[in-house]
């Protein structure tokens, strides 16, 4: 029998990774401009080479890429400002121009450029819009769980039960346990979000793939901001604050491996 005794709750470890990696970036931006400073001043005049300064560049483009991923991954769950995003980058950037010195080769400069450009772009890609990259994926593996999902809801939608809150189905089949849940967000009035929950008991025997989207409406964005063994947590977001309060039914989908 194992024992957790000791272990670090996991909102606990993901707070001091997320403060490790604010850290790392406040560290990052004030050397930039202690650099940008020094080289304003006339203290760097040996140009590095070529190969020091792609390398230069390729090392400071993936710290920046690093810290923004971790951040995004941590924080997201909707609250994180746009500069945790921004600041990694504009250091990088000062950075690389402190370094660029006259005498520099002019095809190792513009490699160097190219590469903080390509690296800020696909950190981006990965840390600000996640799904973009996982949604094919996720798809594929929930594939069979849909075409079960759509037996076990072949009914017409009007015979779903009154009141509807929470529905959830779980099915074994061979190494996987497909999940289907129905849930209803609730978003009160003068706000534009609602959270919701739905637990796995018992646990799964693995940590899930899921995928959410709104079944009555197409201007609500759900996301799935985190997904556990024992349950999950779902965000639906509207577009703008609503006046009174409203409903959105959320369908959820996914599968996990089983022994």
Sequence with gaps: MSSTAGAIPAPVLRQVVAAVAQSLMSLLLALSLVMLTR??????????????????????????????????????????????????????????????????????????????????????????????????????????????????????????????????????EDDRESIHALLLAEIPPDDRLAIIHVAFCPPLEATPELIAHALDTDDADVRITQAETFGARIEVRLPEVVIEKRNVLVEVLGSATCQ
Excluded: H
Excluded at 58 to 63: D, F, G, H, Y
Excluded at 74 to 98: K, Q, W
Excluded at 106 to 126: D, K, M, P, R, T
């Design 39 to 172: 080289r304003s001043s006339g203290a760097f005049v040996q140009p590095l080479s070529g190969l020091a300064m792609v390398a230069v560049a390729a090392a400071l483009a993936v710290v920046a890429a690093l810290v923004r991923i971790v951040i995004g991954r941590v924080l997201a769950e909707g609250r994180t400002s746009l500069a945790v995003f921004v600041l990694p980058g504009i250091a990088v950037s000062l950075l690389l121009a402190a370094f660029t010195l006259s005498g520099t080769p002019a095809l190792a400069i513009a490699i160097a450029w190219f590469v903080v450009i390509a690296c800020e772009g696909a950190s981006w890609l990965v840390a600000y819009r996640p799904e973009l990259l996982t949604r094919e994926r996720r798809r594929q593996q929930v594939g069979v769980n849909r075409a079960a999902a759509e037996e076990i809801l072949a009914e017409p939608e009007a015979e779903l039960p009154a009141g509807l809150v929470q529905q959830l189905t779980r099915i074994r």
